[in-house]
């Protein structure tokens, strides 16, 4: 038997979701790998044959709790473009806002409770809390920040309610958006200081493929999740690198030299 | 809780959206206070070094029973587990998962992967409720943060938290909404659901859609003939009342009045 090792963890811990991982290497190559998705089906695209279109949203939304905001969103559009209905600049921006604050929490809950435990040596966020409480009690303020933007413009963080076909149930006040852009705001300083701590990480050293970059245009020149266009001339590029890409990938999987699959 | 000791904790989740299990992360005030009253040892969403094999005080499951390994897993969480305290709906009356359970898995299957993929583990999906006794049983979809706050603390002292007697509709009340049936004619389920939300959506303006289960005594009797006064079928409420607990209403004998014709 070669210098063989097996690496198995058999629930991936810190992630949203259930999988394991059984990783075979010999010698200095890895020579099988295996991904157990143990979630169960919920089979949510049968279930919505035969509901009423204002129901969509409700039922999308709970796919997932930390990405609710983004299948509301998407449902939203699809509906909306199946019955022809066109909302207005102050809908689209206000979703967007919507889906910036579930990206706020989403990221400072996988950086600071569920990324950086590692990186520092804990098992857990709670265990950090120990070391690094100002440094934890803030990473969980900005989480509640981005929560409390889903709260003020979904209704609630996990699973919106506020949001319908065409447009929302109740808009929020605009004194409250004042006050969440000033607390944000507020929270910048603070976050150098962890932009700081993350430029400092030790990462693994890990052998890693070339990576070929795609970005959507912004709209408006800001940083949105939709109506990104992408200008011709940029397209005819980004299809000459997606062709690239495809050719140089399909080498690579070629190669006998263990790297790839075998 | 005994020898004043914090109490051994195990946080589960079985097939579902993991969204009670977010809301316990989403009580960021109280957090740190949870990690300083509770010892976590099991929960493989927040922590690493989990110990599944140790006898628990208090263990917390969300979701449903949707795979054979669902309830195994729920089975070692009950004989390990002095209180076990499902949260969230799916655990409580089956939530969204069980919506279509009229309709065979193969049926869905072949709907959603286009052909019988034998390698899928997936049953019926049912709630926890159904298979092994529950301490306590908290319903949302997701959970309310002070229930799940409350419910700790009144565990750490040995006792069960009340759960809201009252409707969706007393809440609604309480805050002066107008009614979405009797003034806009929409088909609501507040006035046979769970209170405890504080009547979040038709604070909204959007009409309740039962997701906290139903109440005790729903008094379905009246609510119908309050309904047709209004032109509202009991066929569009239940349509709509049972999405969140339908392994009830099949228990009742009542989903064939409602399952609708399918493509």
Same mark, same amino acid.
């Given at each position: 038997?070669?210098?063989?090792?097996?690496?198995?963890?058999?629930?991936?811990?810190?992630?949203?979701?259930?999988?394991?991982?059984?990783?075979?290497?010999?010698?200095?190559?890895?020579?099988?790998?295996?991904?157990?998705?143990?979630?169960?089906?919920?089979?949510?695209?049968?279930?919505?044959?035969?509901?009423?279109?204002?129901?969509?949203?409700?039922?999308?939304?709970?796919?997932?709790?930390?990405?609710?905001?983004?299948?509301?969103?998407?449902?939203?559009?699809?509906?909306?473009?199946?019955?022809?209905?066109?909302?207005?600049?102050?809908?689209?921006?206000?979703?967007?806002?919507?889906?910036?604050?579930?990206?706020?929490?989403?990221?400072?809950?996988?950086?600071?409770?569920?990324?950086?435990?590692? *990186?520092?040596? &804990?098992?857990?966020?709670? %265990?950090? !809390? @120990?070391?690094?409480?100002?440094?934890?009690? #803030? +990473?969980?303020?900005?989480?509640?920040?981005?929560?409390?933007?889903?709260?003020?413009?979904?209704?609630?963080?996990?699973?919106?309610?506020?949001?319908?076909?065409?447009?929302?149930?109740?808009?929020?006040?605009?004194?409250?958006?004042?006050?969440?852009?000033?607390?944000?705001?507020?929270?910048?300083?603070?976050?150098?200081?962890?932009?700081?701590?993350?430029?400092?990480?030790?990462?693994?050293?890990?052998?890693?493929?070339?990576?070929?970059?795609?970005?959507?245009?912004?709209?408006?020149?800001? *940083?949105?999740? &939709?109506?990104?266009?992408? %200008?011709? !001339? @940029?397209?005819?590029?980004?299809?000459?690198? #997606? +062709?690239?890409?495809?050719?140089?990938?399909?080498?690579?999987?070629?190669?006998?030299?263990?790297?790839?699959?075998? | 809780?005994?020898?004043?000791?914090?109490?051994?904790?195990?946080?589960?989740?079985?097939?579902?959206?993991?969204?009670?299990?977010?809301?316990?992360?989403?009580?960021?005030?109280?957090?740190?206070?949870?990690?300083?009253?509770?010892?976590?040892?099991?929960?493989?969403?927040?922590?690493?070094?989990?110990?599944?094999?140790?006898?628990?005080?208090?263990?917390?499951?969300?979701?449903?029973?949707?795979?054979?390994?669902?309830?195994?897993?729920?089975?070692?969480?009950?004989?390990?587990?002095?209180?076990?305290?499902?949260?969230?709906?799916?655990?409580?009356?089956?939530?969204?998962?069980?919506?279509?359970?009229?309709?065979?898995?193969?049926?869905?299957?072949?709907?959603?992967?286009?052909?019988?993929?034998?390698?899928?583990?997936?049953?019926?999906?049912?709630?926890?409720?159904?298979?092994?006794?529950?301490?306590?049983?908290?319903?949302?979809?997701?959970?309310?943060?002070?229930?799940?706050?409350?419910?700790?603390?009144?565990?750490?002292?040995?006792?069960?938290?009340?759960?809201?007697?009252?409707?969706?509709?007393?809440?609604?009340?309480?805050?002066?909404?107008?009614?979405?049936?009797?003034?806009?004619?929409?088909?609501?389920?507040?006035?046979?659901?769970?209170?405890?939300?504080?009547?979040?959506?038709?604070?909204?303006?959007?009409?309740?859609?039962?997701?906290?289960?139903?109440?005790?005594?729903?008094?379905?009797?009246?609510?119908?003939?309050?309904?047709?006064?209004?032109?509202?079928?009991?066929?569009?409420?239940?349509?709509?009342?049972?999405?969140?607990?339908?392994?009830?209403?099949?228990?009742?004998?009542?989903?064939?009045?409602?399952?609708?014709?399918?493509?």
């Amino acid at each position: 038997m070669s210098a063989g090792r097996t690496v198995v963890i058999p629930h991936l811990g810190r992630v949203e979701g259930h999988g394991g991982i059984f990783v075979r290497v010999e010698g200095n190559r890895v020579s099988q790998v295996q991904m157990d998705i143990f979630e169960g089906s919920r089979y949510y695209e049968a279930l919505l044959k035969g509901k009423h279109f204002a129901e969509v949203q409700g039922i999308i939304t709970r796919i997932c709790a930390i990405c609710s905001a983004s299948h509301t969103v998407t449902a939203l559009q699809a509906l909306e473009n199946a019955l022809g209905v066109t909302v207005s600049e102050r809908v689209h921006d206000l979703r967007g806002l919507l889906l910036l604050g579930a990206t706020i929490e989403s990221h400072a809950l996988h950086v600071f409770a569920l990324a950086l435990p590692d *990186f520092l040596g &804990f098992e857990s966020v709670l %265990a950090m !809390a @120990q070391e690094f409480r100002e440094e934890v009690v #803030f +990473a969980l303020r900005l989480k509640q920040l981005g929560n409390q933007i889903q709260e003020l413009i979904g209704g609630r963080a996990v699973h919106p309610i506020n949001t319908l076909v065409g447009g929302f149930g109740k808009l929020p006040r605009h004194r409250d958006l004042e006050l969440l852009r000033g607390q944000l705001e507020a929270s910048l300083p603070v976050l150098d200081r962890f932009v700081d701590l993350a430029a400092s990480l030790k990462l693994p050293e890990l052998p890693q493929a070339p990576t070929v970059y795609v970005a959507l245009r912004p709209y408006q020149e800001a *940083f949105r999740f &939709f109506r990104a266009g992408v %200008a011709a !001339a @940029q397209a005819v590029l980004l299809v000459g690198i #997606f +062709a690239v890409f495809v050719v140089w990938q399909y080498r690579l999987l070629s190669r006998k030299d263990g790297y790839g699959p075998s | 809780m005994e020898n004043g000791k914090k109490p051994k904790v195990g946080i589960f989740g079985l097939t579902g959206c993991a969204g009670d299990q977010l809301q316990i992360l989403n009580c960021e005030d109280e957090l740190l206070w949870l990690a300083e009253n509770l010892e976590i040892v099991d929960w493989v969403m927040a922590k690493a070094d989990n110990d599944h094999l140790c006898r628990l005080d208090l263990a917390f499951v969300e979701g449903v029973v949707a795979t054979q390994r669902d309830l195994e897993d729920l089975k070692a969480i009950r004989a390990r587990a002095k209180r076990l305290v499902g949260i969230g709906t799916c655990a409580v009356w089956g939530g969204l998962p069980a919506m279509q359970n009229a309709l065979s898995r193969e049926v869905l299957q072949r709907e959603v992967y286009g052909a019988d993929p034998s390698f899928l583990d997936s049953v019926e999906a049912l709630p926890p409720s159904a298979f092994v006794p529950f301490d306590l049983l908290i319903p949302g979809c997701p959970i309310e943060k002070h229930e799940f706050i409350q419910a700790v603390r009144s565990l750490l002292v040995g006792a069960l938290p009340e759960l809201p007697k009252v409707p969706v509709c007393w809440e609604c009340k309480t805050k002066e909404n107008l009614c979405r049936v009797i003034y806009f004619r929409e088909v609501c389920c507040g006035a046979m659901t769970r209170g405890g939300c504080g009547a979040r959506c038709p604070s909204h303006g959007v009409a309740c859609a039962g997701c906290r289960g139903p109440v005790e005594e729903p008094n379905y009797d009246s609510n119908i003939t309050m309904f047709a006064d209004r032109g509202i079928s009991w066929m569009d409420i239940a349509q709509r009342l049972k999405n969140f607990s339908t392994p009830l209403w099949i228990k009742q004998g009542l989903e064939k009045e409602v399952q609708r014709e399918r493509r």
